[in-house]
């Protein structure tokens, strides 16, 4: 039998999720960020969930093109836009819109030979630190991708919060404001709000949306639970368990003998382990459930392999169901236990793990 460690999709949470977020902006559209493979959840399962999407976000041209594949007509956008002037030709040819943040790419398109004009997002470095124009120098490259023949005249310009996961934070406040300031008689659309933004910075909602995480149902808000927050888990990470036993006082558990027990335990072997993609991090205490209930990792997690209590489930039976994150157990737990977020969990499932769709509309 194959191993019976299995990521299990819920296509409906997907889209309470992005009504969710469509009713939190109601005057803008929606770009549905599918990059890293919608966020380790499959691209193209991910994309056919969220169809009515305004457009699509992607990280790489591969996976714009998987998209044009799939069948998907509206707008998708590179996130960062043309990594060589060569990809040019490629963006025109699958019709993506490029995101431009740097004056090696208005080069490329100010030398572009003839062909039709890309659609273009002018990426403006408000605060983040990574990619975008300066505030100063914005105006000008407007201008110039307006002149340029191998560009759209419609350029939306966007730019990226370092801080909307803290609500109570200022500078999220300060990025709008020098946003709007620089970009104060320019013509065209605007986009600003990833996914905490959308839920927590109204005023950064403007034309166009930008969530990732919280179409995934994760959150990146410190201490906040993506279900705290009104989104659904659209990820259920799942196996068995595969053997228990009885240990005594004095006995340990796992790699390192990291857990000693302190009394007599019954303890659980479940079939995960981190070349799953669950965290090695996460040790002696992280949350887990057992047949729906909670309980608790014992020692180091393994490759293949993690050991919980099972000392107050004497029903519990090798073959159980255990749940690592999903449907009641919020990813951000686990992922906190390991010093990380839930999106880099997300992010991480193994090649091996199989995954499966659930649809309960
Ligand atoms: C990843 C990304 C997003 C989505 O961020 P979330 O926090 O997942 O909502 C939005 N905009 C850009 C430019 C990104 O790179």
Redesign the pocket.
Known sequence: MSRATCATIHLDALRHNLKTLRQKAPHSQVMA?V?ADGYGHGLERVARALSDADAF?VAALDDAQRLRAAGHRQRVVL?SGPDEAADIPVLRDLDVDAVIHHPSQLAWLEHAAAGPPLRVWLKIDTGMGRLGFPLAEAVDIHRRLRNCPAVQKDIVCMT?FARSDEFGESMTHEQIQRFEACLQGVPGERSLA???AVIGWPASHSNWI?????LYGLS?VDGRSGTDLGLRPAMTLSTRLIADKRIEAGDSVGYGAGFVAQRSMRIGIAAIGYGDGYPRLAGTGTPILVNGRRTMLVGRVSMDLLALDLSDMPEARVGDPVVAWGEGLPIEEVAARAGTIG?ELACGITRRVRFQEVDSR
């Open positions: 960020v990059k976000g996130l990226h990833n996914s905490a930008r969530p990732g995480g919280a990146s999106y």
